[in-house]
């Protein structure tokens, strides 16, 4: 983002280089939030595995107790 502060300043000659470079940013966001996401769905699946161990566990507790 440095560099395209210094494009800005030099006004209308720089304009495609600067679009190149906010779209550049673009896609590098892009990927960052795709992994994410893949982040995030593998951390939800872990916690819904042992949400439900802990279900499983509770019910035979139960059990154990009647």
Request: charged share 40%; aromatic share 6%; no cysteine.
């Given at each position: 983002?440095?560099?395209?502060?210094?494009?800005?300043?030099?006004?209308?000659?720089?304009?495609?280089?600067?679009?190149?470079?906010l779209?550049?940013?673009?896609?590098?966001?892009?990927?960052?939030?795709?992994?994410?996401?893949?982040?995030?769905e593998?951390?939800?699946?872990?916690?819904?595995?042992?949400?439900?161990?802990?279900?499983?566990?509770?019910?035979?507790?139960?059990?154990?107790?009647?």
């Amino acid at each position: 983002m440095i560099e395209y502060v210094e494009l800005f300043q030099q006004v209308d000659a720089t304009i495609e280089a600067r679009k190149e470079l906010l779209t550049e940013q673009r896609k590098q966001l892009i990927a960052r939030m795709e992994d994410m996401q893949k982040t995030l769905e593998r951390l939800n699946y872990k916690i819904a595995v042992y949400e439900q161990v802990v279900v499983e566990e509770e019910k035979e507790l139960k059990k154990l107790e009647n």
